[in-house]
């Protein structure tokens, strides 16, 4: 039996008000096995910082397996808020905190609830950058290069460019659908995150190859918050 099917039986979408995508069901198990290899699970008290929580679907997946990490969902629209609620009062484990608005094009410390420099272990984004503009990405690093402790690592996935190569002809077909229902959207290309990475103190340390032509990208953070 699948990791999904596993969990799926083991922790059942008991609300009404959750919602599920059909991707994410697709996805869920293959992120959780990129990152149960990457995350400390023996440490108590750890915090994952999760930007653009959507649905909460992959959080409410993700928590039940790592119950060492606090997980904190936020989300920039607030039509998903009942939806990750609803995951965050049926999750077993209890280590799912309630989600707050964040903008994040914005410093954290302009957020709803503005957040304490180097307060996480790991963040966690999932399918934002190819769907939001170029600034969000800048603020997603941004944010990891001052939230996270020196030593965390944040986590991204979905489609991804190499080297000004995207492939295959699927990726690239959906890059220019993207690029069509808003010019400021499309896939992104690692070269150009590597530069906003360093500019935060981080550095690309790990790329997993994921199915469906997606990737799971693993960012270090080296130094010491950039508010210092």
Partial sequence: MSLTKRLL?????CSAVK???????RNSAPIAEALLGQVDRSTPNLQLLEIASGSGQHVGFLAPLMPNI???????EGAH??????????????????PFHADISRDPKDWEIPQAPESYDYMFNSNMMHISPWICSIGLFRAAG??????????TYGPYA?????????????DQYLRKR?????????????VVAEENGMQLE???EMPSNNKFLTWLKLSNSVLD
């Fill in 9 to 13: 039986h083991i922790f059942p979408r």
């Fill in 19 to 25: 919602v599920t995508h059909a991707s994410g069901d």
């Fill in 70 to 76: 606090t997980f904190q969902p936020t989300e920039h």
């Fill in 81 to 98: 808020f009942d939806s990750i609620g609803a995951y965050v009062a049926d999750c077993p484990t209890q280590n799912i905190r309630a």
């Fill in 146 to 155: 001052q939230l996270l402790k020196k030593g965390g690592r944040m986590f």
């Fill in 162 to 174: 190499e080297n000004r190569y995207l492939g295959p002809q699927s990726n690239w077909d959906f």
């Fill in 182 to 194: 808003d010019s400021s959207w499309g896939v992104r290309d690692i070269m150009d995150l590597k």
């Fill in 206 to 208: 790990k790329i997993v």
